[in-house]
């Protein structure tokens, strides 16, 4: 399981939250996601991934984007594996969240990083 935090809505259209919340989903291969069920290709496999639940129920929803997927690797450490980015709704039957796969922005992520490094005098 992986967790979601951010400050989006508690149901899609509703009331948002007073505290920062949290949901616990699980990471769903790209071959589900991307099936005629779910979202029929519409997911970039390279640089998306999505988590959640193939009933709905628990998602991010609107004012969590922008916020981190968060995942424990082999050795039990946090890290960061996505951004929410995108869903049909929130918490749809066979709609879960899509994410930017970190990894995928890898390089993109070291170039700006490293503007941002104190030029020598």
């Not at 959640?52 to 960061?80: A, H, T």
Request: aromatic share 8%.
């Amino acid at each position: 399981m992986c967790v979601v935090t951010g400050w989006g809505r508690l149901k899609e259209g509703g009331e948002r939250p007073l505290t920062l919340r949290e949901i616990h989903v699980p990471i769903l291969s790209t071959t589900t996601c991307n099936n005629f069920r779910h979202y029929s290709g519409r997911m970039h496999t390279t640089s998306m991934i999505c988590a959640g639940f193939n009933n709905g129920r628990i998602d991010s929803c609107q004012g969590d984007s922008g916020g981190p997927l968060q995942c424990q690797n082999k050795k039990g450490v946090w890290e960061l594996q996505g951004v929410v980015s995108w869903g049909i709704g929130c918490a749809q039957p066979k709609f879960p969240g899509v994410y930017t796969k970190i990894y995928a922005m890898k390089p993109w992520i070291r170039t700006e990083m490293s503007k941002l490094r104190p030029k020598k005098k």
